[in-house]
């Protein structure tokens, strides 16, 4: 009886692990129109000082959460390329409760400076949504921000029935370019601005 019963969690096991989802971290594309990210004067590749991580959600506009980190290689936060700047790559995005053929939807949010995660940038809005905001106060060094528009993609591995999806590679979202992160004094001056004007108003 002991025997079967380890048998059959063994055969639980392997199927689970059959079961889990997979995408390949590589930005680069053949389409050059793709897979890359530019600093906010649109020309320049996102050198290895920037970091990125990747969201995901089960459908387009639906509540988008942070990859885990791994062991097949996905560290999370994650350096850009040195040899290739404005790409991307960290091993194999891994979904341990999302069965392989499911479809995610997938986003690249990209900064710089000292964080160590996306939520660290700055006073975040929206952070579970596909278009999230940012406002300061800014953490330490970060100049520039940004993310892609969501991608969808079909998780590789083997179902619960043995169908094999071959691993998708995450590098199909459009270039785009980040946002530069106003400085303190400019976001004083304004500041500033604001409170003149609404003590100028009042006067009047």
Partial sequence: MKKLIVSLLMVAGVSAALAQGTVNFATGNANTARGNVFLNNGTTPAPSTYLGEVWWSTSATGTYALVPSNTLGYAGATAFNSSVPGTISDGTLFWATT?????????????????????????????????????????????????????????????????????????????????????????????????????????K
Avoid: C, K, M
């Fill in 99 to 203: 069965e392989a053929g499911s479809t995610v939807y997938l986003q690249l949010r990209v900064w710089n400076g000292t964080p160590t995660t996306f939520n660290g940038v700055g006073t975040v809005g929206g952070l579970t949504t596909a278009t999230p905001t940012l406002s300061g106060p800014y953490a330490a060094g970060v100049a520039q921000w940004g993310y892609s528009a969501p991608v969808s993609r079909v998780l590789g591995g083997t179902d619960t029935e043995g169908n094999i999806f071959t691993p998708p590679t995450f590098n199909t979202f459009a270039n785009f370019t980040l946002t530069a992160v106003p400085e303190p004094g400019v976001i004083a001056l304004a500041g500033l601005g604001l409170a003149s004007l609404v003590i100028f108003r009042r006067r």
